[in-house]
Nanobody
Framework: QVQLVESGGGLVQAGGSLRLSCAGS????????LNWYRQAPGKERELVAT???????AYADSVKGRFTISRDNAKNTVYLQMNSLKPEDTADYYC?????????????WGQGTQVTVSS
């Protein structure tokens, strides 16, 4: 079984910073990409940032230049550094790992961590 546990969410004022962490444990599989998604109240879940096994990154336009995704393979952890936070960044943030898991495609999610940005 694969477990992903997010941490680092909380309440921050606009302009502030937070760093989210997502620690993986359990059965290892061949991860293709690690992703951070977010879901604001009443909105659909959106992809915020992606990092591939080769280290390439991609970001939603709304967070480019403010958020940075990184990974520490030795710690089985992916991070999301969020700077210059805005009230519209308020959401539940989820990490997601996808890749080949044995003979099937693995798609695993954490339970989410809440980020609230006050104006």
């Amino acid at each position: 079984q694969v477990q992903l546990v997010e941490s680092g969410g909380g309440l921050v004022q606009a302009g502030g910073s937070l760093r989210l962490s997502c620690a993986g444990s359990g059965r290892r599989f061949s991860i293709s990409t690690l992703n951070w998604y977010r879901q604001a109240p009443g909105k659909e879940r959106e992809l915020v940032a992606t990092i591939t096994s080769g280290g390439s990154t991609a970001y939603a336009d709304s967070v480019k230049g403010r958020f940075t995704i990184s990974r520490d393979n030795a710690k089985n952890t992916v991070y999301l550094q969020m700077n210059s936070l805005k009230p519209e960044d308020t959401a539940d943030y989820y990490c997601n790992a996808v890749g080949i898991d044995g003979t099937s495609w693995g798609d695993y999610w954490g339970q989410g961590t809440q980020v609230t940005v006050s104006s």
